[in-house]
T-cell receptor
Framework: EDKVVQSPLSLVVHEGDTVTLNCSYE??????LLWYKQEKKAPTFLFML????IEKKSGRLSSILDKKELSSILNITATQTGDSAIYLC??????????FGAGTRLTVKP | NAGVTQTPKFQVLKTGQSMTLQCAQD?????MYWYRQDPGMGLRLIYY???????DKGEVPNGYNVSRLNKREFSLRLESAAPSQTSVYFC????????????FGPGTRLTVT
C-alpha cells in the first residue's frame, strides 16, 4: 500500500533556530514529491521535486529529494514566528493519485 | 482572480441528511480534486476529475458522489451523512495532470451529529 510518513509529528523551536523536517515514502509509481505549508486554512505550495539530488531553494527554505533513500527533507534556517504552521509532504503515486503525510506541526517561539 | 472558492465555509448536519459542497475555480485549470482532512491523518483524496466530463475515485470515495458540472465547477455530494464524515473538506485544482502543483480552496468545515 502506498504511504507517506513525516517526522517529527510536532516540533517546538525558538526564533533563529534551524529545523529539518523529514518525509519518507513507499509508492509503486513515483511521479513527484511536493511540500506545502498550512497555516489556518488552505495548504499553500512550497516546492515540487522530481529529480534526486537537486536542491530547491526559496529564501530561508530549501528542500532536496533522495530517490535512492525514498525520502526528502525540508530545511528552514533562521526560523521566525511566521514559520509556525503544519508542513505537509505529498507524493504523486501515479497520475492524480496524491498521497499526503500526516504533517509536521512546527511551532516557533519568540 | 479569486482562485479556488468553496461554499459553504461551515455546515452542521444531522445523521442521514444530504448536502452538496460547491467548488469553483477561475484559473482555467483542467483537473479538480476533493480531499478530506482529519486530525493526524493529513489529506486524503476522495474523488478527482482529470478533465471536464470525467470523474474518478480516489483513496476514500465511499459515501460521496461528485459532479464536474463544467470546467469551472466540481461539486461533492453527501447523500446520507454519517458522523464519520465529520471533517474539513478541501477542493483543489491543477492546470494539467503532469508536474504542476495543486491550488487549494479555503475549505469547508463539516460536522455531522
Amino acid at each position: 500500500e502506498d504511504k507517506v510518513v513525516q517526522s517529527p509529528l510536532s516540533l517546538v523551536v525558538h526564533e533563529g533556530d534551524t529545523v529539518t523536517l523529514n518525509c519518507s515514502y513507499e509508492v509503486t509509481n513515483f511521479r513527484s514529491l511536493l511540500w506545502y505549508k498550512q497555516e489556518k486554512k488552505a495548504p499553500t505550495f512550497l516546492f515540487m521535486l522530481t529529480s534526486s539530488g537537486i536542491e530547491k531553494k526559496s529564501g530561508r527554505l530549501s528542500s532536496i529529494l533522495d530517490k535512492k533513500e525514498l525520502s526528502s527533507i525540508l530545511n528552514i534556517t533562521a526560523t521566525q514566528t511566521g514559520d509556525s504552521a503544519i508542513y505537509l509532504c505529498a507524493v504523486e503515486a501515479g497520475v492524480n493519485d496524491m498521497r499526503f503525510g500526516a504533517g509536521t506541526r512546527l511551532t516557533v517561539k519568540p | 482572480n479569486a482562485g479556488v472558492t468553496q461554499t459553504p465555509k461551515f455546515q452542521v448536519l444531522k445523521t442521514g441528511q444530504s448536502m452538496t459542497l460547491q467548488c469553483a475555480q477561475d484559473m482555467n485549470h483542467n483537473s479538480m480534486y476533493w480531499y478530506r482532512q482529519d486530525p493526524g491523518m493529513g489529506l486524503r483524496l476522495i474523488y478527482y476529475s482529470a478533465s471536464e466530463g470525467t470523474t474518478d475515485k480516489g483513496e476514500v470515495p465511499n459515501g460521496y458522489n461528485v459532479s464536474r458540472l463544467n470546467k469551472r465547477e466540481f461539486s461533492l455530494r453527501l447523500e446520507s451523512a454519517a458522523p464519520s464524515q465529520t471533517s474539513v473538506y478541501f477542493c483543489a485544482s491543477r492546470p494539467v495532470t503532469t508536474t504542476y502543483e495543486q491550488y487549494f480552496g479555503p475549505g469547508t468545515r463539516l460536522t455531522v451529529t
